[in-house]
């Protein structure tokens, strides 16, 4: 039995990625030794210490980390960071003689494991989820020395993981022998063959129920989600997540019965939600250049459930949901949303369960969890 020892700067039982991914090398005859980040406020009195602890998944065992940090702080926990990473290739060294295989999930912990990697002459596998210059807020002049630094990592990884065929940069076009596409897609928790259909017969509502999980940023159109939600009585927003606009967000949940807030809640109990949504958004800001190559979660997890899906325009996955017509798009401002919202409600609930419909065949046969299995099967075994 082979160890891998996978980390990212999340707590696993809230993060999809971060859990499938775990579950599924361990499901593969694998022991998993995943190491996450519980973050804290600055003036949290909690406990700092690292735990080591069994999970429910057999074979996976969590390392969790506490940092005291600022949500979407970015280059402002530069020292929160640092600490992070000593703490994480602390874990990594002392682990090292067990580990068959490091498995980094984005920049920051590719830097720590890529040390300990070529320290103890081990493999390791460089999962880029998200491009760090665009997704963290790093000053313009310090741009070309992670550029460097980013490109050393992949040229010495034995894998390169990337979420989308879109990702394959020129530069990573030389390594394109080494490269894995892996979907951040959803395990399929709807037996197969469902009808969305039947999903929406089942919890009938004279509401559009609107559902969004993730990140509460300012980036995601959640002020303004919440503000179309409450000018318009047929609408129902279900949300939850957590980031800085956690208390906002709580706040319209007391001004709107009809805005239901549920805080950070486990990945499970977010897709058992969603499952009784009429509609999912992921409205990010095509300002943001990270958002211009933006492959969310939540296209696969709306192609899953059956589900339509709300995307802004600009943010590079448009013309897929237009051409495979499994939902719509928006400009990102509440005048084109609260437009668009108008147009679904005067429509008959079959419109929705259709596209919804379009959404759960392509699932099924493209862009299913299992078929990324077959993947991440060939990645631990090629990088063995």
């Given at each position: 039995?082979?160890?891998?020892?996978?980390?990212?700067?999340?707590?696993?039982?809230?993060?999809?990625?971060?859990?499938?991914?775990?579950?599924?090398?361990?499901?593969?005859?694998?022991?998993?030794?995943?190491?996450?980040?519980?973050?804290?406020?600055?003036?949290?009195?909690?406990?700092?210490?690292?735990?080591?602890?069994?999970?429910?998944?057999?074979?996976?065992?969590?390392?969790?980390?506490?940092?005291?940090?600022?949500?979407?702080?970015?280059?402002?926990?530069?020292?929160?960071?640092?600490?992070?990473?000593?703490?994480?290739?602390?874990?990594?060294?002392?682990?090292?003689?067990?580990?068959?295989?490091?498995?980094?999930?984005?920049?920051?912990?590719?830097?720590?494991?890529?040390?300990?990697?070529?320290?103890?002459?081990?493999?390791?596998?460089?999962?880029?989820?998200?491009?760090?210059?665009?997704?963290?807020?790093?000053?313009?002049?310090?741009?070309?020395?992670?550029?460097?630094?980013?490109?050393?990592?992949?040229?010495?990884?034995?894998?390169?993981?990337?979420?989308?065929?879109?990702?394959?940069?020129?530069?990573?076009?030389?390594?394109?022998?080494?490269?894995?596409?892996?979907?951040?897609?959803?395990?399929?928790?709807?037996?197969?063959?469902?009808?969305?259909?039947?999903?929406?017969?089942?919890?009938?509502?004279?509401?559009?129920?609107?559902?969004?999980?993730?990140?509460?940023?300012?980036?995601?159109?959640?002020?303004?989600?919440?503000?179309?939600?409450?000018?318009?009585?047929?609408?129902?927003?279900?949300?939850?997540?957590?980031?800085?606009?956690?208390?906002?967000?709580?706040?319209?949940?007391?001004?709107?019965?009809?805005i239901i807030f549920y805080g950070k809640v486990s990945y499970?109990?977010?897709?058992?939600?969603?499952?009784?949504?009429?509609?999912?958004?992921?409205?990010?800001?095509?300002?943001?250049?990270?958002?211009?190559?933006?492959?969310?979660?939540?296209?696969?997890?709306?192609?899953?459930?059956?589900?339509?899906?709300?995307?802004?325009?600009?943010?590079?996955?448009?013309?897929?949901?237009?051409?495979?017509?499994?939902?719509?798009?928006?400009?990102?401002?509440?005048?084109?949303?609260?437009?668009?919202?108008?147009?679904?409600?005067?429509?008959?609930?079959?419109?929705?369960?259709?596209?919804?419909?379009?959404?759960?065949?392509?699932?099924?046969?493209?862009?299913?969890?299992?078929?990324?299995?077959?993947?991440?099967?060939?990645?631990?075994?090629?990088?063995?």
């Open positions: 039995m082979r160890t891998v020892l996978i980390a990212y700067q999340v707590e696993l039982s809230s993060n999809s990625l971060f859990y499938k991914l775990a579950k599924t090398i361990a499901e593969l005859g694998n022991k998993v030794i995943a190491v996450g980040v519980k973050r804290l406020s600055r003036d949290s009195k909690d406990d700092i210490k690292v735990t080591f602890t069994t999970t429910e998944l057999p074979n996976v065992y969590y390392v969790e980390i506490p940092i005291k940090m600022d949500f979407a702080g970015g280059f402002r926990n530069s020292l929160g960071v640092l600490k992070y990473q000593l703490a994480v290739m602390r874990e990594a060294r002392k682990r090292a003689r067990e580990v068959d295989i490091f498995y980094a999930i984005d920049f920051l912990m590719a830097i720590p494991l890529l040390f300990v990697a070529i320290l103890k002459k081990k493999k390791l596998i460089y999962h880029i989820a998200d491009n760090f210059v665009d997704a963290y807020k790093v000053p313009r002049f310090l741009k070309p020395f992670f550029i460097m630094i980013d490109r050393t990592i992949i040229r010495l990884s034995s894998a390169i993981v990337i979420p989308h065929e879109s990702r394959i940069t020129k530069h990573l076009q030389r390594y394109k022998e080494k490269i894995f596409i892996i979907y951040n897609t959803p395990e399929d928790t709807i037996s197969k063959g469902i009808e969305a259909t039947e999903l929406l017969k089942r919890n009938p509502s004279k509401r559009l129920r609107i559902a969004y999980f993730g990140v509460l940023t300012e980036d995601r159109f959640l002020r303004e989600l919440c503000e179309a939600v409450f000018r318009n009585n047929s609408l129902e927003l279900h949300i939850g997540g957590y980031g800085p606009l956690e208390s906002y967000i709580s706040e319209q949940a007391k001004r709107c019965e009809r499970q109990r977010v897709l058992d939600i969603q499952k009784n949504a009429d509609l999912l958004v992921a409205m990010y800001d095509p300002s943001v250049p990270n958002n211009r190559r933006s492959c969310p979660n939540k296209l696969y997890e709306a192609m899953m459930l059956g589900k339509p899906i709300v995307v802004a325009k600009g943010m590079g996955i448009e013309d897929f949901v237009v051409s495979q017509n499994i939902g719509f798009v928006s400009k990102y401002s509440i005048e084109s949303f609260e437009k668009l919202i108008q147009e679904l409600l005067s429509k008959d609930r079959q419109f929705l369960e259709s596209i919804g419909k379009n959404g759960r065949k392509l699932y099924e046969k493209e862009y299913s969890w299992e078929k990324m299995k077959d993947r991440i099967r060939r990645v631990i075994g090629e990088s063995s």
